[in-house]
C-alpha cells in the first residue's frame, strides 16, 4: 500500500511537528483532530458547572489512588498503636486503624483525605446545580434526552459512591449509617432479609463485609461512573453545547471559542481552580475527624449521628415519616421502607423521565438547540421549584437535631414543622414561581413593545402625565435576548393529549391542560398592553 | 416547681416539704422539675411521689442528724469552727439567693425543690456553671456566666451540705487528670456520654426543648460533679457504676478534647457532616460558580 | 494555529462577501484550519448556509434540511459548507472565513487595532457582536502589564509547589500546622496556575466569535431504507423465522443461562436468614455484664442512672462450678446490646405479664431501635423519654418503652431480669420474647 507523502515541512521540524506527523501517518488523525480543535463551545459562565463535576471527578480518583496506597479494608480487629494517643490500646478494626495511620502517620496522608471527602461532598454538588441549569433552561429537549439518564444514572451512582466511602473507614459514624442501611435493606418486603443477607454476607454487621465494600468503592462503581462520564461528554461533543438564544445565534449553529486553544486554557485554567478550592477545602477546613468518632461499635452511638449532605434528604425523609408499620398476615412492611426505598424511587423514576413526560403532555417533539430561560417555561420551572423546595424541606430536616441545638428549638416541633412544611411548602412555591415567571414575561414583552421606563415624566401640551420610554438597548454578548416570538410556548397541540382511549385519553388531556401555559391576562399582561407606553 | 409560674419575689411557703412534689430524691437537685404537662400525665403516681418525698424528706433529716453526730466530733477545734463559720456564711447566702425557691430551710417550695441530701457536689455544679439561681423558668436552665465567687459558693455548697448527704463537691486535680489514661476514658466516653453530650462534646437536643449541652466550658470539676449528681435530664454515673479513676479519665479525656487543636484544620464546630455540607455548598460550590462567572464574564474596558 | 503565512491558500474570501476585504484591515484574515487545502468553491451553493437553515426550522417529521450533516466524505472532502460573512449578517471586513468546513471564526482585538463599532451588527435576523476592545489590544504597555500579572501569577504557583515539597518532607505531620500548611500550599500552587492560565486566556488570547454549524441527527431517508433493508436481510439469512426449533430451544438456553446470574448472588452470603434475625445471644440465666467485664449487681447502678449491658453467657466448668462467660463481640453487640435502667421506686407501670420482669426498679430494654437499629441510649431521667438520636424515636421507659413520637411504631422489646442471691442480675426467661431492631417482612 502506498501513501502520498505527507507535505514538506513549513517551517524546521520540531519534535512536536514530527510527532504528529508520525502520528497521522500510522491513524490519519488531521483531518479529525482539525475539526475536534476547532469545535466550537458556547461561552456562557453556567455551562461550566457541569466541569465542575468532571473536575471534582479527576481529583477524587487521584486522591483516591493515593488513599488506596494505605488504605487496608479488613474487618480485622487490631490494639491500635499509632501515634493518635486517645484512641492507643483500643481495640478497632484494620481499615479504622490504616485511616487513621493515614491522617496521623502517613506524609500529606490527612490532606489528601480530607481533599477526597471534600472532593466527593463537592462532586455530588455540582452534578446537583448542573442538573438545575439543565433542568431551568430545558437543555434536556429533544435530542438530549439520554445524555440526561446518563446525568441521572450518574448522580445516583455518585450519591453511591459517596456513600460507600463514608462507609469504609468503619468509624462510630459510618458503622452506624451502614446499621441503618442495613435496617433499609431488611424492610423491602419478601426479599428483604434475603436481600440485607446478599448484601452484608450475613446478618449485620455481616462477615468480613468492609473488602466487599472497598471493591464496590473503588473498582465497581468509579468503572461505571468514567464510562458514564464518557459516554455523557461523548454525546456531549457529538451532539455540541446548547446555548441560549442571543444575537447571531440560531437553532443551526453553536457561537462561542474554539476548543483550541482559548476554550482548552480556560478549561485547563477552571480544573486547576476546581483542584485549588478542593486544596484549599482539604486543608484549611476539617472534615469527617473518625479520630473524634471512634472505633464503630453497635452498641454506641453519638448524637448527630448524620450522613454526608447527599444522602440528608433520605434521613430527612426518614425522619419525618409517621410511624405507620403495615402489619397483617403475618408479615410487616416497615415504616422505615416507605421514606427510604419507595420514595428515592418515586423521586429519581421521576426525574428520569421528566423529558419524556413533559414531551408527551405538552406534544412538544421538536427538537431544540437553543435554551429557554426559566421564565420562559412556567409550568416547568414552577415545578422544578416545587421539587426544590420539597427535597429543601427533606434536606433540612436530615439536620434538624443540629439546627435545634444551634437555634435552642425543639427538636418535635422541629419534626413537626417538617411533617408540615413537607405539604404545603412546595404548592406554595409552585404557585408564586408560576406567578413571577408569568410577571417577568409580561415585564420583558413590555420592554419589547414600549422600551424601558426613564422616570421622566413629562406633561404633554393637553395636560396628561406621560413617562418617557427608551429603546431596548442593544443586545450584548452573554445576555441573551429573547426573540418576542419565543414567549410562545410548547403548547398542547392536539398531538400530546389525544392518545389512548377512554380514560386513559381523559387523563392525558387533563394533565396536558396542566402543562399548557396560560397567558397572564389583565393589567400589565401581553395581551393588554397598556396604551401608547403611558403610565 | 415551675408550672406555679411563680415570680422569685413570692414569700416562700412555710411548710415547703408539704407542697413539694419531686418524684423521687435523685431529683432533689433539679432546678426545674418536670413540666406541667408530664406531672398531669402520671397523675395516678402523683399521690404516690408526694407520699415517698415526705419519706425523704424524713430520711434526709434523719441522715443530716446521724452525719451530724458522726462529723461532729472529728477533726480539730479550729477546722469546725471554719467549717461552723463557711456553714454560717452559707446559710446568709442562701436565705438571700436561694430560699426564695428552694425554701428558707432547704426544704424545697413551690418553685423550687428541696435541696436536702443533693450534697455539695450539686450546688457547686449549679452555682458554678451559672445555672443557679435560675433567670427565668424554662425547659432546662442554660450555661450562664455565676452569680456566686468561688468562696461563696464553697459557702453555699457547706450549708447545702450541713442539710443532709449527698455527693462532696469533687477534689480532682491536675495531676490526677494529666496521669489519667485518656483511652480508657474515650472509651467510656463514647459508651456512656457520646449518645446525648456527641462524639466531640457538642451536645444535642432532647426531647421538648431540653438538650444535651455543650461540654467545651466545663471545667473537670463540673464534669464529675454532674457524672455524680445528674443535674436535670442526665442520668447519675454513681461510684459503683464508674470508679472515680474511670470518672477522672473520663474528665481527663472531654478535657483533651477540649484543648487540642483540630488537625485537619478549622474545626467547623466539631458537628459533623451538617455544617461539612453547608461549607460545600456555599464556600465550595458558591466559590466555583464565582470562578465560573469570572470566566464567563466579559472584559473590562 | 497560524495566520494567514501559510502556504498559498487564498481563502474563501470569495464568499458573498468578498468585495469587502480591501475595505478595512482592521482584522487580519484568520484561518482555522490546516492550510493545504483549496476551498471547495461549490460549498457556496449549498442549501445548507446558515443563512437559508435559519429560514427553514428544523423539520421533526426526520428529514434534514439540506444536505449537511451526512456528507460523510473522507477527509479530502470538507463536509458542509463555509459560509459567506453577509449570511451571518456580519460586516464583511470583521468576518474571517476558516478553512474548516463548519467553524467561522471572527476575531477582535488584534494588537493595534482600533475597533470602533461596538454592538449589534444587524444584517436581518440579527447579527454577531463585537466586544470592543480591551486595554491590552490597544496598548502595549497594558499588554506587558498583563503579561508581568500573569506570570506572577504562575510564579505563586511555582511558591506553592516549593512550599508543599518542603512541608511535606521538612513539616513534622504530627503538628497541628502540617495539614493546613500542606493543604494551603497546594492551593497556591494549583490556584496560580489556575488563575494564570485564566487570565492569560481573558487577557492576551484574541477574543474570537467562532460560528460553528450544528448538524442533523436524522439520516436521509434512503439511508435509513437501506439500513433497514440489509438489518432484515441479514436476520433473514441467519435463518431464526424459518427455524421455529432452533429460535425456541436458542430462547430457553439464552434464558436459563440469564437466569445463571441469579447463582453468584446468591452465593453472596454463606449464612442463611433463617430466624436468626428472631434472636439474640441472650440465654436463660445469663448475668449481666458491662463492656468492661463487670458483672453487674444490684446496687451498682444508682436511682436514674443507666448502664449498657451484654450477655455473660453461664458456662459449667469440668469441677462442676459455673463460670460467666461475657459474650462482647461485634455480632453480639448488634443485636444482644441490652440498657439497663434504674427508675425511680414507684413509676414503672409494667405491662401485663410482665410484672416479674424488672428488679428494685431496674428495668433492661433492647437498645437496639425498633426503628432502624441505631442504639437508643438517649435517657432523660426526670421524663423517663429514651431518645434515638437517628431519627429521634422517643420511648417512654415508664410504659414499657412505647414508642411515643418519631418515625418508630414499635415498643423496645424487654428482657426480664432478676437478681440472684448473690445480688447479681440475670437474664431470668432467657431470650427477648420478639426480635430485636428493625422490623423485617417475615415478622408478625
Not at chain 2, 69 to 94: C, F, I, K, S
Not at chain 3, 118 to 133: D, E, I, Q, V, W
Request: proline content about 8%.
Amino acid at each position: 500500500m502506498t501513501t502520498a507523502s505527507p507535505p514538506e515541512f513549513v517551517k524546521r521540524p520540531t519534535p512536536v511537528r514530527k510527532a504528529n506527523r508520525a502520528i497521522d501517518e500510522r491513524f490519519g488523525t488531521q483531518p479529525g483532530l482539525r475539526r475536534n480543535l476547532n469545535k466550537v463551545f458556547p461561552d456562557h459562565w453556567s455551562f461550566m458547572i457541569g466541569e465542575i463535576a468532571l473536575y471534582s471527578f479527576i481529583v477524587l480518583l487521584l486522591t483516591g489512588i493515593y488513599l488506596t496506597l494505605f488504605f487496608d479494608p479488613s474487618n480485622t480487629e487490631v490494639i491500635y498503636n499509632g501515634s493518635y494517643v486517645p484512641l492507643k490500646g483500643v481495640e478497632m478494626s484494620r481499615a479504622y486503624a490504616s485511616t487513621l495511620d493515614i491522617s496521623f502517620d502517613t506524609r500529606a496522608g490527612l490532606v489528601f483525605r480530607q481533599i477526597h471527602h471534600w472532593a466527593a461532598l463537592i462532586f455530588v454538588a455540582s452534578i446537583v446545580v448542573h442538573l438545575f441549569r439543565v433542568f431551568f433552561t430545558g437543555a434536556y429537549r429533544k435530542p438530549r434526552e439520554v445524555n440526561w439518564l446518563i446525568g441521572v444514572g450518574l448522580l445516583i451512582l455518585g450519591i453511591l459512591e459517596g456513600f460507600a466511602g463514608y462507609s469504609l473507614p468503619d468509624d462510630l459514624l459510618s458503622g452506624t449509617g451502614l446499621r441503618i442501611a442495613a435496617s433499609i435493606a431488611q424492610s423491602i418486603p419478601i426479599i428483604g432479609t434475603w436481600a440485607s443477607f446478599l448484601v452484608f454476607n450475613g446478618e449485620f454487621p455481616g462477615d468480613n463485609f468492609l473488602p466487599r465494600l472497598y471493591v464496590i468503592h473503588i473498582l465497581l462503581v468509579p468503572g461505571v461512573l468514567l464510562a458514564l462520564i464518557g459516554a455523557h461528554m461523548g454525546i456531549l461533543w457529538h451532539q455540541k453545547h446548547t446555548d441560549f438564544p442571543g444575537p447571531g445565534k440560531t437553532e443551526h449553529n453553536v457561537v462561542g471559542h474554539r476548543v483550541f486553544p482559548v476554550f482548552a486554557v480556560k478549561s485547563g485554567g477552571f480544573f486547576m481552580m476546581v483542584f485549588a478550592m478542593l486544596a484549599l477545602l482539604g486543608g484549611l477546613a476539617q472534615i469527617n475527624p473518625i479520630w473524634m468518632f471512634g472505633p464503630y461499635d453497635p452498641s454506641k452511638v453519638s448524637s448527630a449521628s448524620q450522613p454526608d449532605w447527599y444522602i440528608g434528604f433520605l434521613d430527612g425523609s426518614t425522619r419525618l415519616m409517621p410511624p405507620w408499620e403495615f402489619r397483617g398476615l403475618g408479615h410487616t412492611v416497615p415504616a422505615v421502607f416507605w421514606p427510604t426505598a419507595v420514595l428515592p424511587g418515586i423521586l429519581f423514576t421521576l426525574l428520569a423521565l421528566y423529558p419524556f413526560l413533559e414531551a408527551r403532555f405538552t406534544g412538544d417533539t421538536k427538537s431544540y438547540n437553543l435554551l429557554q430561560r426559566p421564565r420562559e417555561a412556567p409550568t416547568r420551572t414552577a415545578l422544578g421549584a416545587m421539587s426544590i423546595s420539597f427535597y429543601l424541606v427533606l434536606w433540612i430536616s436530615g439536620g434538624n437535631d443540629v439546627i435545634a441545638k444551634t437555634f435552642s428549638i425543639s427538636l418535635n416541633a422541629m419534626t413537626w414543622a417538617g411533617r408540615i412544611g413537607l405539604i404545603i411548602v412546595p404548592p406554595i412555591a409552585y404557585a408564586i414561581t408560576k406567578k413571577i415567571c408569568l410577571s417577568l414575561q409580561a415585564k420583558d414583552a413590555e420592554v419589547e413593545h414600549h422600551g424601558i421606563e426613564t422616570g421622566i415624566i413629562r406633561q404633554l401640551s393637553s395636560g396628561e402625565f406621560v413617562e418617557d420610554h427608551r429603546p431596548k438597548p442593544t443586545p450584548v454578548p452573554d445576555h441573551p435576548q429573547v426573540p418576542n416570538d419565543r414567549f410562545a410556548l410548547p403548547s398542547a397541540n392536539g398531538h400530546g393529549d389525544g392518545e389512548g382511549k377512554g380514560l386513559a385519553r381523559r387523563a392525558g388531556k387533563a394533565v396536558s391542560g396542566f402543562f399548557v401555559e396560560e397567558k397572564e391576562t389583565g393589567p400589565g399582561g401581553p395581551s393588554t398592553p397598556v396604551g401608547g407606553g403611558k403610565h | 416547681m415551675t408550672e406555679t409560674s411563680g415570680t422569685p419575689s413570692d414569700p416562700p411557703p412555710d411548710a415547703p416539704s408539704e407542697t413539694s412534689s419531686d418524684p423521687a430524691p435523685r431529683e432533689v437537685a433539679t432546678p426545674v422539675a418536670t413540666t406541667k404537662r408530664s406531672a398531669r400525665k402520671r397523675g395516678p403516681a402523683a399521690r404516690r411521689r408526694r407520699r415517698s418525698s415526705v419519706l425523704v424528706l424524713v430520711f434526709g433529716l434523719l441522715a443530716t442528724g446521724v452525719l451530724w453526730t458522726m462529723l461532729a466530733p472529728t477533726g480539730n477545734a479550729a477546722q469546725t469552727a471554719d467549717a461552723n463559720e463557711a456553714v454560717r456564711q452559707g446559710r446568709v447566702l442562701y436565705q438571700k439567693g436561694c430560699g426564695t425557691c428552694h425554701g428558707l430551710g432547704g426544704g424545697g417550695s413551690t418553685t423550687g425543690p428541696s435541696l436536702v441530701g443533693v450534697g455539695a457536689a450539686a450546688v457547686d455544679f449549679q452555682v458554678s456553671t451559672g445555672r443557679m439561681p435560675l433567670a427565668a423558668p424554662a425547659a432546662q436552665a442554660d450555661r450562664k456566666p455565676p452569680v456566686y465567687s468561688a468562696t461563696q459558693i464553697d459557702q453555699l455548697a457547706a450549708y447545702v451540705a450541713s442539710l443532709g448527704g449527698g455527693p462532696a463537691a469533687s477534689k480532682v486535680t491536675d495531676k490526677e487528670l494529666s496521669d489519667a489514661d485518656l483511652a480508657h476514658g474515650g472509651e467510656l466516653y463514647r459508651a456512656n456520654c457520646a449518645q446525648c453530650h456527641n462524639a466531640s462534646g457538642q451536645g444535642a437536643p432532647l426531647t421538648y426543648g431540653k438538650f444535651a449541652p455543650s461540654l467545651s466550658e466545663s471545667t473537670p470539676k463540673q464534669v464529675i460533679e454532674a457524672m455524680r449528681t445528674g443535674p436535670e435530664s442526665m442520668p447519675v454515673f454513681g461510684d459503683r457504676q464508674l470508679s472515680d479513676e474511670d470518672a477522672v479519665a473520663v474528665t481527663a479525656f472531654i478535657k483533651h478534647m477540649n484543648e487540642t487543636t483540630s488537625p485537619g484544620g478549622f474545626s467547623l464546630g466539631k458537628y459533623g457532616p451538617v455544617p461539612e455540607g453547608l461549607l460545600a455548598m456555599l464556600v465550595g460550590i458558591g466559590g466555583l460558580l464565582a470562578v465560573c462567572l469570572w470566566i464567563g464574564a466579559r472584559q473590562k474596558v | 494555529m497560524s495566520d494567514q503565512t501559510g502556504p498559498g491558500t487564498p481563502g474563501p474570501a470569495g464568499s458573498g462577501g468578498g468585495d469587502q476585504p480591501g475595505d478595512s484591515v482592521q482584522e487580519r484574515v484568520h484561518y482555522a484550519g490546516y492550510q493545504g487545502e483549496p476551498a471547495d468553491k461549490s460549498d457556496q451553493d449549498s442549501m445548507s448556509s446558515i443563512f437559508k437553515r435559519a429560514k427553514h426550522p428544523v423539520d421533526t417529521s426526520g428529514a434534514p434540511v439540506g444536505g449537511s450533516g451526512i456528507s460523510a466524505g473522507g477527509p479530502d472532502v470538507p463536509a458542509g459548507t463555509s459560509d459567506g460573512p453577509e449570511a451571518l449578517g456580519t460586516p464583511p471586513n470583521q468576518t474571517d472565513s476558516t478553512r474548516d468546513p463548519e467553524t467561522t471564526v471572527m476575531r477582535t482585538g488584534d494588537a493595534g487595532v482600533a475597533q470602533p463599532t461596538y454592538g449589534t451588527h444587524a444584517g436581518g435576523g440579527g447579527g454577531l457582536t463585537f466586544r470592543p476592545p480591551r486595554a491590552e489590544d490597544v496598548d502595549r504597555r497594558a499588554e506587558r502589564r498583563a503579561e508581568q500579572l500573569i506570570a506572577c501569577w504562575f510564579l505563586i504557583s511555582v511558591v506553592g509547589t516549593v512550599g508543599f515539597v518542603i512541608t511535606n518532607f521538612v513539616g513534622d505531620k504530627h503538628q497541628a500546622y502540617y495539614t493546613p500548611c500542606l493543604g494551603s500550599a497546594l492551593g497556591l500552587a494549583v490556584g496560580g496556575l489556575g488563575i494564570g492560565m485564566i487570565l492569560w486566556a481573558k487577557r492576551l488570547m484574541p477574543h474570537e466569535q467562532a460560528v460553528q454549524e450544528r448538524h442533523e441527527f436524522t439520516s436521509p431517508k434512503e439511508e435509513i431504507a437501506v439500513t433497514e433493508a440489509e438489518i432484515t436481510a441479514g436476520f433473514a439469512d441467519t435463518g431464526l423465522a424459518r427455524f421455529p426449533l432452533l429460535r425456541r430451544t436458542l430462547l430457553g438456553a439464552g434464558t436459563l443461562l440469564g437466569g445463571l446470574v441469579v447463582v453468584p448472588l446468591l452465593n453472596l452470603t454463606n449464612s442463611k436468614p433463617g430466624k436468626k434475625l428472631d434472636h439474640t445471644s441472650w440465654a436463660k440465666g445469663s448475668r449481666l455484664v458491662t463492656e468492661d467485664g463487670r458483672l453487674v449487681k444490684l446496687g451498682d447502678i444508682s436511682i436514674g442512672g443507666i448502664e449498657t449491658v451484654f450477655p455473660a453467657i453461664p458456662v459449667t466448668e469440668s469441677d462442676g462450678t459455673t463460670t460467666y462467660k461475657p459474650k462482647t463481640d461485634v455480632h453480639t453487640k448488634a443485636d444482644s446490646t441490652t440498657i439497663l435502667i434504674r427508675l425511680p421506686p414507684g413509676l414503672d407501670r409494667p405491662r401485663k405479664g410482665r410484672e416479674n420482669w424488672s428488679v428494685e426498679g431496674l428495668v433492661a430494654y433492647s437498645k437496639i431501635c425498633s426503628h432502624a437499629g441505631c442504639p437508643v441510649s438517649l435517657y432523660e431521667q426526670q421524663t423517663h423519654h429514651l431518645l434515638c438520636p437517628c431519627h429521634q424515636s422517643v420511648f417512654d421507659v415508664l410504659d414499657g418503652c412505647r414508642a411515643i413520637f418519631g418515625p418508630a411504631s414499635r415498643s423496645l422489646p424487654q428482657l426480664a431480669i432478676a437478681a440472684d442471691a448473690d445480688g447479681f442480675l440475670y437474664a431470668r426467661n432467657g431470650d427477648y420474647d420478639e426480635p430485636v431492631g428493625a422490623a423485617f417482612w417475615e415478622r408478625s
